[in-house]
T-cell receptor, first 112, second 114 residues
Framework: QQQVKQSPQSLIVQKGGISIINCAYENTAFDYFPWYQQFPGKGPALLIAIRPDVSEKKEGRFTISFNKSAKQFSLHIMDSQPGDSATYFCAAGSSNTGKLIFGQGTTLQVKP | ETGVTQSPTHLIKTRGQQVTLRCSSQSGHNTVSWYQQALGQGPQFIFQYYREEENGRGNFPPRFSGLQFPNYSSELNVNALELDDSALYLC?????????????FGPGTRLLVL
């Protein structure tokens, strides 16, 4: 019940294309869903986050879509750039605990 | 404003030894969370400290312990090291306990247990 399942494991996209990464969760107590970007040798950095009272949130080229009934959420990266090549993690947490549950990660490669 | 810093950056230990990892939280943050990230995996929550008290713990044995100091910096101690403890250890700071506030991660400490 504590798992967050992320797919795909790896993704190759051409420059200018759309990258889509999906996550699914089971625990309905989760009420905070962030996405993190991690470059090799660095810690994860927050990209964008959503709470279940909205179905979509957009920040620049990054959009989270959230489907509460399906318990799924996804990250869309529009106009993908080679600099976006990194590992992306979805996560889920609940307001009454301190912990985030992370997905397994998706390695994105954007080809020039 | 300084970000989250961790020390050391890399560490090599042998099985059975003990290790202490350190984290300085971002300025103004009173909450520190520790995560273990095995190679090719997502971070796994170890525990969180809020105002010097443990505020939640993940599925890690008691040989993983922590401290938070009055200046909100923190230590992660691991006793009786095992080979499987080899991982990147991340700390993250946030303004308050719980997940309502963004967690900002440090660069991590890479631990290798031989």
């Amino acid at each position: 019940q504590q798992q967050v399942k992320q797919s795909p494991q790896s993704l190759i996209v051409q420059k200018g294309g759309i990258s889509i990464i999906n996550c699914a969760y089971e625990n309905t107590a989760f009420d905070y869903f962030p996405w993190y970007q991690q470059f090799p040798g660095k810690g994860p950095a927050l990209l964008i986050a959503i709470r279940p009272d909205v179905s979509e949130k957009k920040e620049g080229r990054f959009t989270i879509s959230f489907n509460k009934s399906a318990k799924q959420f996804s990250l869309h990266i529009m106009d993908s750039q080679p600099g976006d090549s990194a590992t992306y993690f979805c996560a889920a947490g609940s307001s009454n605990t301190g912990k985030l549950i992370f997905g397994q990660g998706t390695t994105l490669q954007v080809k020039p | 404003e300084t970000g989250v810093t961790q020390s050391p950056t890399h560490l090599i230990k042998t099985r059975g030894q003990q290790v202490t990892l350190r984290c300085s939280s971002q300025s103004g943050h009173n909450t520190v969370s520790w995560y273990q990230q095995a190679l090719g995996q997502g971070p796994q929550f170890i525990f969180q400290y809020y105002r010097e008290e443990e505020n939640g713990r993940g599925n890690f044995p008691p040989r993983f312990s922590g401290l938070q100091f009055p200046n909100y910096s923190s230590e992660l101690n691991v006793n009786a090291l095992e080979l499987d403890d080899s991982a990147l250890y991340l700390c993250a700071s946030s303004l308050e306990g719980g997940t309502q506030e963004t967690q900002y991660f440090g660069p991590g400490t890479r631990l290798l247990v031989l």
